[in-house]
C-alpha cells in the first residue's frame, strides 16, 4: 500500500531587516537636528530670519522627535 505523500508549503519568511537603515535613519536624523541646535546657538542664524525664529525651529524639531517617542512607545504596548 502506497503511503500519500503530503506537501509541506514552507512558512513564509519574515521579511529580512537591515539594523543599518535604522542606524541611517537616526544618523540623519541627529544631523538635521544637530543643525538646528547649532543654528539656534548662533547670533545670526542661517536657516532662520532671527535668533528668535532659530530656536522655534530647535524647539519644534525636539517636540516633534518626542512626539514620535511617544507615539512608538504606545505602539509597543498595543496588543
Known amino acids: 500500500m502506497a503511503n500519500p505523500t503530503q ?3 514552507a512558512a513564509p519568511q519574515a521579511e529580512s531587516f537591515d539594523r543599518k ?18 543654528d539656534a546657538n548662533r547670533t545670526r542664524p542661517f536657516y532662520a530670519k532671527s535668533k ?6 530647535r524647539d519644534a524639531a525636539l517636540k516633534v522627535i518626542s512626539e514620535l ?11
Open 7 to 9: 506537501t509541506q508549503t
Open 52 to 57: 528668535e525664529e532659530a530656536v522655534a525651529k
Open 69 to 79: 517617542a511617544d507615539r512608538i512607545d504606545v505602539l509597543k504596548k498595543q496588543d
Open 21 to 38: 537603515d535604522l542606524s541611517r535613519v537616526f544618523s540623519r536624523l541627529r544631523h538635521e537636528v544637530g543643525g538646528l541646535v547649532d
